[in-house]
Each structure stands twice: as structure tokens, then as C-alpha cells.
């Protein structure tokens, strides 16, 4: 291989990285960052908090449910494809919501269209299509860039997007975002030029997806790594849509709070280093049951600490590094029972579960607040489930 060549394939090799970074990052920062939008949302469509979060908790269970519909797809058309139509999903909902006056039509164009488009941009689509380009070796390395990207790209949205609502308005705000959303649609159909998804595709086909899941469902150790990965959507999405506005209720500006947003991203790129650093150190399973009993003190000092400045950005940093944290330990515990092979199928099924968490909370947090006027109930069922979920894994068989 002369000079020339060796150089251009690193270009290309940079080239699909950074629109893997971009693409990923985009999808699940905007999924992330939600509850910017939420008061917004209500405000202009005329509708109850109450239902506009039963909206955004849709949104969360489509996430899980179009995951392996959309893995489906891509086995048929190609990954790149299926990106593509995600920033299609993307685009349609965020030039549809604006124009919402029910709680019907926000559910279809942000529980379903604009959802299921950052559903569309899932980590094993993405990984699967810039694999083929770059080979395994250089892939693996890359992943790690890629799955940090959620909170760099979330952490970046956060205040931008809650600039552009007090500068723009809503539909200003969503018809800004079409821009990046139009470069992503670009991005992909390029990379469907390079991708050559047939090498992957035998391995990928002879898996039994409904066996696999059958087999793991039958023991003990998939069955309670399962279930407390709900527990974490549902402890997700009551940041994801709800912090944003209890930290408003404290009486803090617009800016201060998305400035805490940014600094709950980078919590979650912190705890996920820390947690992967603490998986080559102990086991997994007392990683893990670490990670959800934190949950507990975290929500207390949310419910009893004074609501001071301090408070907040201590809260949305450990708050970060208490969420994504979970996905090594949970990755790990995953493959050192079922093999490499397996995590895909294994771990997307668990995602389902953990976006019906997500689900619950995203909705009761919205019906408990009305009902009682804080945010406090919402938070105490977290707790509950967190000692629940860590009950759970720290019994859990490492091999």
C-alpha cells in the first residue's frame, strides 16, 4: 500500500468517526435534553403538563420499541439507511410540534415521529455502520468516542437550546435544529457509499434473536439484570424531563439551569469513565449494586438539602454520574455470561425494559406533581426501586 492510499483511507477512517460522533451524539443528546423543551411545549400547545409529559414518556417507550425493529431494517436495507430515516423522523417531528394543540398530536409527533427518528440513531446502528469501514481493531477504539459523545453533544445542547427558545421561541428553536438534523441525513447516505454491510451480515442472520432471548430469560442472572435496568430508565427520565423544570421551581433562571443541564452531562461522561475504570478492578456486580444504591442518597439531598446554587450543580453533576454509569457494569455482567455475540441482542432487549421504566416516570412525574404540587413523590419511588435494583444485581454471578 504506497503513501498515497494509506493516507486516504486515514482521512476516511477520521471522516467516519467524527460523523459516527456527531450522528449518536445528536440522537440521544437531543433525547436527553427533553425537558428543555417540556414547559415550552405546554406553553405553546395549550396543553397540561400532565399531558405533554405523557408525551415525552412515549417518546421514551418508542426509543426501546424501535430499536430492534429498525436493527431488523437495517439487515434488509443497510445501517446507513436506516440513519438516513431516522434524520428524516428527526426532522418531521421537529417541524410538526410547533404546530401541536392536543395531547394526541404531541404524543404521534413526539412520542412516536421525533422519538422513534432518535431511536433510529441507536449505538449498535451506528457502530455497525462505520465497523465495515474502519475494521474491528480500529472500531473498538472508536466505540469509546462514540458513547461518550451523548454527553458531550447533550451537554452542548442544553444551553444552546434553551438560548434559542428565550431568543426564537419554540418553533424557532426546533427549526434551528433541522439544520444539523438535514447535515446528519447528508452524512449518512454518504456513508452508505463506504459501508458494505454484507461481511457482517451471515454472522448478524445466524443468531436465533427469539432463542437467545429465551435462553437468557430462563436464568436467574439475565432475569435480575433485566429488571433493574428498568429501574435505571425510570430514574433516567425523571432527570431527562423533569429536572430541568424542578430546578426552575427553586426560582433559578432559565440560563443558571441549563448551565446545570451542561454540568449534568458531564457528570455522565465522568461516572461512565469511573464505573468502566472500577469494572477492571472489582466485580461487576458490586459496581453495579454501587451505582443504583447512590441513586438513594443523591435523591435525598435533592429532596432536603437547601436549594441553594451550590446544591444544584453538586446535584445535576452526581446526578450524571450516577445515570449512564450503570451501562459498563451492565455490558459487562451481560457479556461475561453470554459471550460478545450475545450483547447486542441481550443488551437491546434489557433497553426495551429500561425505556418502560423510562415510560412510568416520565408521566407519573408530571400526574404526582400536579397532584401534589413537588416533585418529592417521584423522587421517593426512585429510591425505592434503586434499593430494589441494587438487591438484585449484588447476587448476580459474575461468570
Not at 476516511?12 to 443528546?29: D, R
Not at 439487515?75 to 417541524?95: D, E, H, Q, R
Not at 426546533?174 to 452508505?192: D, K, Q, Y
Request: charged share 10%.
Amino acid at each position: 500500500m504506497d503513501r498515497h492510499t494509506g493516507q486516504k483511507r486515514a482521512w476516511v477512517a477520521l471522516a467516519v468517526s467524527a460523523a459516527a460522533f456527531l450522528i449518536y451524539g445528536f440522537g440521544s443528546g437531543l433525547r436527553a435534553n427533553y425537558g428543555v423543551m417540556l414547559e415550552s411545549i405546554a406553553e405553546r400547545s395549550g396543553v397540561d403538563y400532565a399531558s405533554v409529559s405523557f408525551a415525552l414518556s412515549v417518546g421514551q417507550l418508542t426509543v426501546g420499541i424501535v430499536q430492534p425493529l429498525f436493527g431488523a431494517l437495517a439487515l434488509k436495507k443497510s445501517n446507513s439507511f436506516v440513519l438516513a430515516v431516522g434524520a428524516m423522523l428527526i426532522a418531521g417531528g421537529l417541524l410538526g410540534t410547533p404546530f401541536c394543540r392536543s395531547a394526541f398530536s404531541l404524543t404521534i409527533l413526539v412520542g412516536i415521529i421525533l422519538s422513534g427518528g432518535t431511536g433510529a440513531m441507536a449505538f449498535g446502528i451506528v457502530m455497525a455502520a462505520i465497523t465495515p469501514v474502519l475494521g474491528e481493531k480500529k472500531a473498538a477504539v472508536v466505540s469509546g468516542f462514540v458513547s461518550a459523545s451523548s454527553g458531550v453533544v447533550g451537554t452542548i445542547l442544553a444551553p444552546v437550546m434553551s438560548f434559542l427558545i428565550v431568543r426564537l421561541g419554540l418553533q424557532g428553536m426546533m427549526l434551528a435544529l433541522c439544520v444539523p438534523t438535514a447535515l446528519i441525513f447528508l452524512i449518512s447516505v454518504t456513508m452508505g457509499r463506504e459501508e458494505d454491510t454484507r461481511q457482517f451480515g451471515t454472522m448478524k442472520e445466524s443468531l436465533s434473536v427469539p432463542g437467545t432471548i429465551r435462553d437468557a430469560m430462563a436464568e436467574p442472572s439475565y432475569r435480575a439484570v433485566f429488571l433493574a435496568f428498568g429501574t435505571c430508565g425510570y430514574y433516567m427520565c425523571i432527570i431527562e424531563t423533569h429536572l430541568f423544570s424542578q430546578y426552575k421551581s427553586y426560582g433559578f433562571s432559565d440560563s443558571l439551569v441549563a448551565a446545570a443541564m451542561s454540568v449534568y452531562g458531564i457528570g455522565a461522561m465522568a461516572g461512565c469513565i469511573l464505573t468502566g475504570f472500577l469494572d477492571s478492578i472489582f466485580p461487576n456486580r458490586f459496581v453495579l449494586a454501587g451505582t443504583y444504591w447512590s441513586r438513594i442518597l443523591i435523591a435525598l439531598s435533592l429532596i432536603f438539602l437547601p436549594k441553594s446554587l451550590l446544591q444544584v450543580m453538586a446535584t445535576a453533576f452526581l446526578l450524571g454520574c450516577s445515570g449512564n454509569a450503570t451501562v459498563p457494569p451492565t455490558s459487562g455482567l451481560i457479556t461475561k455470561r453470554f459471550g460478545s455475540r450475545k450483547l447486542g441482542i441481550l443488551f437491546g432487549t434489557a433497553f426495551l425494559f429500561h425505556q418502560i421504566g423510562a415510560f412510568f416516570s416520565g408521566w407519573l412525574g408530571g400526574v404526582l406533581l400536579e397532584k401534589t404540587g413537588t416533585y418529592d413523590l417521584i423522587w421517593i419511588s426512585s429510591m425505592v426501586l434503586s434499593l430494589l435494583a441494587g438487591l438484585l444485581v449484588v447476587r448476580v454471578k459474575d461468570n
